[in-house]
Structure formats: C-alpha cells, structure tokens
Nanobody, 121 residues
C-alpha cells in the first residue's frame, strides 16, 4: 500500500524557517507530480507548491519568494523549505503525490496524514 509520510512541522516565530519532508513508500512505479498543500482553520485546502514531471515548480502567489520546493527522485521524497514565515502560513500541510503503481495503470492522487505548522506573531 502506498504511503506518504510528512515530517518537519512545528511551532516557529514569525520570520523563522522550517523544512518539511515527505517520503513516498510502497508499491510505486513512478511519481508524476509531488508537492504540498495546506489547509488553514476554516478554509479549503489549497496548493502551496508542486514539482511536475517536467520539473516545473509552480507556487502559490502567497508563498513565492519565501518557499522553495525540491524533489529527490531516487528517494521518492519532496521537501519544502519555508523561510520568512508569517502567521498566515499557519495550517496543516499535506503531502500529495500523483503516482502510478504500474506503468499500465492511470496515475492517481495519494495524500499524507498532514503535519501542523504554526507561526506565532
């Protein structure tokens, strides 16, 4: 069974930094897209940043210039370096992967459990 496991969340002061990690494991043939979403209290889940199969890295406008996403394909791991954190970045951050368990099956979405990021003012 495919699993996505996040780590690196925590409490940080405004202006501080955190680095999130997400490792995918299980029966995986390939990962087409891997990235990060977040859900703040009372809000819908939104995309933060992803790495596409073409190595493109779109970011949400709210995090551009502050967050950096990277991917280690050999380890099936994606990272999110978060700098200059703001209180409005407070949310549960979820790892997402669009992956294939076989080359002949369609790619589908998988989600991690989520890791809490809290930024105090």
């Amino acid at each position: 069974q495919v699993q996505l496991v996040e780590s690196g969340g925590g409490l940080v002061q405004a202006g501080g930094s955190l680095r999130l990690s997400c490792a995918a494991s299980g029966s995986i043939f390939s990962i087409d897209v891997m990235g990060w979403y977040r859900q703040a209290p009372g809000k819908q889940r939104e995309m933060v940043a992803v790495v596409t199969s073409g190595d493109r890295t779109p970011y949400a406008d709210s995090v551009k210039g502050r967050f950096t996403i990277s991917r280690d394909n050999a380890k099936n791991t994606v990272y999110l370096q978060m700098n200059s954190l703001k209180p409005e970045d407070t949310a549960v951050y979820y790892c997402n992967a669009v992956l294939r368990v076989k080359s002949t099956t369609p790619a589908i979405n998988y989600w991690g459990q989520g890791t809490q990021v809290t930024v105090s003012s």
